[in-house]
C-alpha cells in the first residue's frame, strides 16, 4: 500500500489521507494517517448514504466509522475515530504531528487544502512505513490573519473558544450569517474559501453544534 493507492481508494468515498506520522510508543500503529473530508466529494458522498436518510443521531459520525471501518479491514489497517471514547485519541496532536496541519492563531486546525474547514472523520493505523507528503510551511506565517477579527462577538478572544456564546449568537436573528453560510471566521481564511463546501454542509455542522 502506497500512498498513491491509497489516496484512489478513500477519493470515492470524498476523503483524502492528511499525512503521516510516525508515533512513539504512546501511539496505537507503527504510522497514523488521519483522514479528512475531501470537498466537495465528501457532501455528496456523505449525502447519498442511508446515514444521512434515517434520521437518528450522529448520521456523519456513523457513515465515518463504517466506511473507514471497512476500507481499513481491507488494507489490513486499524481505525480510529475521534468521536469514540473514552479514552479519546489526540486527533488534534496527531494532524500536527504529520506536519501538514497547523496551528492557527485562533487555535483551530488550519491546513492548505481545506484551511480553518480541515476535520478528521477518522485516522487509519498501518504497520508498514507509507510515502506520505513532506510537511507543509505554516500557512499563517504569510497572512494577516482575518480569521482572528472576524468573529462578530470575539469567541476566540480569550485563547478559549467561547462555545456557549457563539451558541447563542448563531441561534439569534443576528447571527443568520453565521447561520446560513458557516462560521465567519473561518470562512474568511483564504485557505477555506478555496475548499467548495457547500452552505448546506456548513449548516449541517452549525445544527448539530447548536445541539449539543
Ligand atoms: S460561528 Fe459565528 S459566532 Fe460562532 S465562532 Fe464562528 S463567527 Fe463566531
Ligand atoms: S486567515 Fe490567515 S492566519 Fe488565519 S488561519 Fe487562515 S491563513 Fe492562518
Known sequence: MNWAQLTDLLDPLGLRPVGALRPDNATPAPVIVPIAPNEPKFWQAFRNSPEFADGADHPMDRWSELVITDLAAQIGAEAYFPFTGPPYYPFFDWALATGRV???????????????????????????????????????????????????????????????????????????????????????????????????????????????
Not at 164 to 185: K, N, P, R, V
Open 102 to 212: 497547523h496551528q492557527s492563531p485562533i487555535r483551530l486546525a488550519v491546513d492548505h487544502q481545506a484551511g480553518l474547514f480541515v476535520a478528521f472523520r477518522g485516522a487509519i493505523g498501518l504497520p508498514h512505513d507509507i510515502d506520505a507528503p513532506e510537511p507543509t510551511k505554516h500557512p499563517c506565517q504569510d497572512c494577516d490573519a482575518p480569521c482572528a477579527t472576524s468573529c462578530p462577538i470575539g469567541a476566540f478572544d480569550t485563547g478559549v473558544y467561547a462555545a456557549d456564546a457563539c451558541t447563542q449568537h448563531i441561534t439569534s436573528q443576528a447571527g443568520t450569517q453565521c447561520w446560513q453560510g458557516g462560521c465567519l471566521a473561518r470562512r474568511s481564511c483564504p485557505l477555506t474559501r478555496q475548499t467548495q463546501r457547500s452552505a448546506e454542509h456548513a449548516q449541517f455542522h452549525l445544527r448539530a453544534f447548536a445541539k449539543r
